[in-house]
């Protein structure tokens, strides 16, 4: 296939790519008591993407509308804190019922893996010590959650919670597991709480490079969007006479810095890497020869 005509077939898609993303019906919605708004997006069991949110982002509304569910998925979201990239989810293996303690026997880690989502540092890690045969470590920091579990547990309450290290605690010769807890509520509790800490969850976090900086292109006016097929951030503006530009913010002075940059005769287009689409600017301007070869 020619160059050319390569150009010309990827600026088609693009363009309707960026009619699509105009077009899509993005507003807030609103699912138990949290407001669903980018990157989280209302989904279903046959939708596996949107131009609304990123894909790890989608809400199933389930149980007549009052709970959240990532994906369908066993966490539910409890709170969403825009503002810090943060959000509080309940795993239901162990915050369902009254007997959950006995279902901690699991890696919670694989709930999030291959997903934008980390642990917080703010948590706390519960641990839960099983099959000790007897060598279960003697100390009133150690719980007998047994309750109505077929076999003997022991709940510990930790210090911060990091999946990649297990907190140093006397272990005996027990299986252990621990999941993360709010740390909020651990600073008044201890692990004889460990039914009340299960069922409140978890703070769970995202970085801006894997949905990009909705709240500066808020800011400025735009519209927030995610391509899925490019995997990136796109801010939509009302660009001119109607038109529309896909750019990472829709602040003027960062649109001018950019068209001098691709104007200025050079061969590539400097763009932020979470940007989907070329700006929109004066196609005579653009060095296309050299974009050609």
Not at 179 to 199: E, F, H
Request: hydrophobic letters at 40%.
């Amino acid at each position: 296939m020619q160059p050319a005509l390569l150009v010309v077939l990827q600026l088609v898609a693009s363009l309707l790519l960026l009619h699509d993303a105009a077009h899509a019906d993005c507003e807030p919605a609103t699912c138990g008591n949290i407001t669903v708004k980018y990157p989280f997006w209302v989904g279903g069991v046959n939708q596996s993407s949107s131009l609304c949110g990123h894909p790890a982002f989608q809400v199933w509304c389930i149980d007549g509308g009052s709970v959240a569910s990532l994906s369908g998925s066993a966490l539910h979201v409890r709170s969403v804190d825009y503002g810090n990239n943060s959000f509080v989810a309940v795993h239901t293996r162990v915050a369902a019922g009254d007997d959950g303690v006995c279902r901690t026997d699991f890696n919670i880690s694989v709930s999030i893996a291959l997903s934008p989502f980390v642990f917080s540092r703010r948590n706390r890690a519960l641990c839960f010590l099983y099959k000790c045969n007897g060598t279960e470590p003697r100390g009133s920091e150690y719980v007998n959650a047994t309750s109505t579990c077929s076999s003997p547990i022991y709940a510990y309450l930790g210090g911060g919670y990091d999946w990649n290290t297990p907190p140093a605690i006397k272990t005996g010769r027990c299986m252990y597991t621990y999941i993360p807890v709010l740390g909020s509520d651990a600073a008044t509790m201890t692990a004889a709480n460990y039914t009340r800490l299960l069922k409140d969850g978890f703070v769970l976090e995202w970085q801006d490079s894997s949905a990009g900086d909705c709240a500066a292109c808020i800011a400025s006016g735009g519209q927030c969007r995610y391509v899925n097929h490019a995997a990136a951030f796109t801010c939509i503006c009302p660009g001119d006479n109607g038109k529309l530009r896909v750019v990472p913010t829709c602040d003027v002075s960062a649109l001018t810095h950019q068209a001098n940059d691709i104007s200025s005769g050079g061969s590539r287009l400097k763009l932020p890497s979470f940007c989907a689409c070329p700006l929109v600017i004066d196609p005579s301007r653009l060095p296309l020869v050299a974009s050609l070869h």
